[in-house]
Nanobody, 122 residues
């Protein structure tokens, strides 16, 4: 079993930055691809970013390319999402997930965190 805990969310003005962290406990995430998804009120959960088990490959949603970066530090069992140039439409609850393959599909992830809220507003 893997337990995932997200942190780093909050309120930020448009154009600002946040760095989300996802800390894993219970088992190493070294063997798992890791993903970030988000869900805004009244909307479906959507893919944001994913990174392979080694960190050598990443995938980003078109809506965040050039603004967000995903990375991981296996030694710390932690995954990060650096979010720059934030927009109001980035407002959502952000979830971390672990799964066997690098994917943009939520149903391919096995373990999920509880989420951290990101609000972009002036």
């Amino acid at each position: 079993q893997v337990q995932l805990v997200e942190s780093g969310g909050g309120l930020v003005q448009p154009g600002g930055s946040l760095r989300l962290s996802c800390a894993a406990t219970g088992r190493t995430i070294r063997a798992y691809a890791m993903g970030w998804f988000r869900q805004a009120p009244g909307k479906e959960r959507e893919f944001v970013a994913a990174v392979s088990w080694s960190g050598g490959a990443t995938r980003l949603a078109d809506s965040v390319k050039g603004r967000f970066t995903i990375s991981r530090t296996n030694a710390k069992n932690t995954v990060y999402l650096q979010m720059n140039s934030l927009k109001p439409e980035d407002t959502a609850n952000y979830y971390c997930a672990a799964g066997p393959v690098l994917s943009g599909h939520a149903d391919e992830y096995t373990y999920w965190g509880q989420g951290t809220q990101v609000t972009v507003s002036s």
